[in-house]
């Protein structure tokens, strides 16, 4: 009975949907062994460091990634980079196939003057810093100013100017990192403007995530309902039903009693920056009313650009804008590529399922015969890794710590924090 080895890199959703999917292919004749590679010492991607603390119910798509984990045939090699600690030809010589899953991590950027002045900095460092990842928990975020905006008109926008805009004590419950409850707590920034370069109709944000916008209890939720009238107007009657949804949801907020609450959220639609001002720190953002000439300018300390994300490079794979070049999935020979790091960042935790199943088909479609030279054990002689048990552990003692303080976890915050709760 041919077993195949095969190594998925990046233990995200993406790389977890490929997993199960093989898994779900497996029959008598047709076995796989996988081994998932994750540079950090914990998994689940940006289910753990992407998506919002105060949206807890998301995450519980974890359950799902550690039944994948403990359904056999399954080790989990975490601390381990693909680029550094391993290559892609050695994995590429030792398994049978290997998966791409590494997301894309890296901001985009305006590329407008004044972006890189302190005080500009992007969803990619401020999301993963109050998410607690490692690599971010020294980003310098400016907090001691009235007015931030955040530009971008996702979910990830949305996410960002409702961290910045809540009640902090209200984060009190969820897994947010604690240097950023304490810095959010002690912050200055009484107004949160969201700043979309099109119009409402045009919006990336999702219905339901704009419907829960004024049920914020300590928050001011403003749109102007001439804005959503017209956005209504310019929309015309075959419209999507997707944007149709989405514009109901901005009528209902624009249309909301008005409350008179400290902090306030603001959006605005149809600008585009063209220059952020300051003198050695973020003073005021120049925006242009789009389809025009007209000018005018937001005084704030703090910008965040939530405008879209590109996967960082790896040596020995190819790419082009932002994504490993790829044909529905297939890289080369016994290359694959699944989730963000394949189609940029789009779609929900759920879009990478079905991608990572259709892909899981095609590698097994391209399968030969299965080969014996070795696995990434024989690369790790000098390296401890967090194995799939470590793991657990770190996540057993993560959530005790947040037991009695009613958080459904306290994240631990630094590498070796981490890997001592794994016991290494
Ligand atoms: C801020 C934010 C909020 C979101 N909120 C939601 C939400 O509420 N609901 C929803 O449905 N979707 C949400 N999403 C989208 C969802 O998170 C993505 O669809 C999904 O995480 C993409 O999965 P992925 O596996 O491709 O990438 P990722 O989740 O990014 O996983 C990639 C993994 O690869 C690892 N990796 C990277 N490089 C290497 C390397 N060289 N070697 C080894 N490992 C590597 C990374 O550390 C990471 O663990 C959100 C996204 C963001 C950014």
Not at 349 to 369: A, F, H, P, Q, R
Request: negative net charge; aromatic residues 6%.
């Amino acid at each position: 009975m041919p077993s195949y080895k095969v190594a998925i890199v990046g233990a995200g959703p993406a790389g977890y949907f490929a997993a199960q999917a093989l898994q779900n292919l497996q029959t008598e004749e047709l076995q796989f062994s996988i081994d998932m590679i994750e540079r950090l010492p914990t998994p689940w991607g940006l289910v753990r460091s992407g998506v919002a603390p105060d949206h807890p119910k998301i995450k519980t798509v974890s359950k799902v990634f550690e039944k994948v984990a403990n359904a056999g045939n399954f080790r989990l090699f975490g601390d381990v980079e693909l680029g550094t600690d391993i290559s892609i030809e050695q994995l590429k010589e030792m398994y049978d196939a290997v998966v791409i899953a590494t997301g894309s991590a890296i901001g985009k950027k305006l590329g407008i003057p004044g972006e890189d002045l302190p005080g500009s900095i992007s969803c990619a460092e401020f999301v993963p810093w109050y998410n607690a990842h490692p690599d971010f928990h020294e980003t310098d975020v400016l907090l001691d100013c009235q007015t931030a905006l955040v530009i971008g008109a996702g979910n990830v926008a949305m996410d960002v100017a409702r961290m910045l805009a809540l009640e902090p004590s209200e984060l009190d419950a969820t897994d947010t990192a604690d240097h950023a409850i304490a810095a959010l707590k002690a912050s200055a920034i009484r107004e949160v403007v969201l700043s979309a370069r099109r119009g409402p109709e045009h919006a990336a944000f999702t219905s339901p995530e704009l419907r829960e916008l004024p049920k914020l209890e300590h928050t001011n939720v403003f749109m102007a309902k001439s804005d959503i009238e017209a956005a209504v107007v310019r929309a015309g009657s075959e419209i999507e039903k997707d944007t149709r949804s989405n514009l109901d949801a901005m009528l209902l907020i624009s249309e909301k009693e008005a409350t008179n609450h400290d902090r306030t959220m603001k959006f605005q639609f149809l600008a585009t920056p063209v220059e952020i001002k300051g003198n050695n720190r973020v003073e005021e953002v120049v925006f242009q009313r789009t389809g025009s000439d007209e000018r005018f300018s937001i005084k704030c300390g703090l910008v965040i650009t939530a405008i879209g994300y590109e996967a960082a490079s790896i040596p020995g794979i190819p790419y082009e804008r932002g994504k490993v070049v790829n044909n529905e999935g297939r890289v080369d020979e016994n290359l694959y590529v699944v989730g963000w790091a394949k189609r940029g960042p789009s779609g929900v935790i759920g879009t990478n399922k079905s991608d990572s199943t259709e892909v899981m088909k095609l590698l097994v479609e391209g399968l030969k015969t299965a080969k014996s030279n070795g696995d990434i054990t024989d690369l790790l002689t000098d390296k401890s890794h967090v194995s799939q048990e470590k793991w657990e552990a770190i996540n057993a003692s993560e959530i005790a710590a947040g037991e009695p303080l009613g958080k459904p976890r306290k994240k631990a915050v630094t590498r070796e924090e981490l890997l001592s709760l794994g016991g290494i």
